[in-house]
C-alpha cells in the first residue's frame, strides 16, 4: 500500500528525520570518523560526520562509492 515506509537510505536512530544525501557526498561530508567491523553482518561500516553537524553510519561499499576520496 501507500503506506510503505522507505527504509533503503542509509540511517541512525538518532538522525530518523535526516538521511545522508543521494549521490556524491564529496561536498557534505566532513570526515569519516571511525571505521568497524558491522555488529549486523560481515562487512566493515564507516562512521560519518556531516558538515551539517549530523552523524551516520554507512556500509564501507557505499562510501566507495559516494566519496571515494575520503575512503
Known amino acids: 500500500g501507500s503506506e510503505m515506509c522507505i527504509r533503503d537510505r542509509e540511517s ?5 528525520d535526516w538521511a545522508p ?19 549486523d553482518g560481515d562487512g566493515l561500516v564507516a562512521y560519518l560526520e556531516w558538515k551539517n553537524g ?12 559516494r566519496c571515494p576520496q575520503m575512503v
Do not use: F, H, M
Request: glycine residues 6%; aromatic residues 6%; neutral net charge.
Open 12 to 16: 541512525s536512530p538518532e538522525n530518523t
Open 21 to 39: 544525501p543521494t549521490g556524491d557526498w564529496g561536498k557534505e561530508l566532513s570526515c569519516i570518523s571511525t571505521v568497524l567491523r558491522d555488529p
Open 54 to 65: 549530523r552523524k551516520s553510519r554507512a556500509p564501507i561499499q557505499t562510501c566507495y562509492e
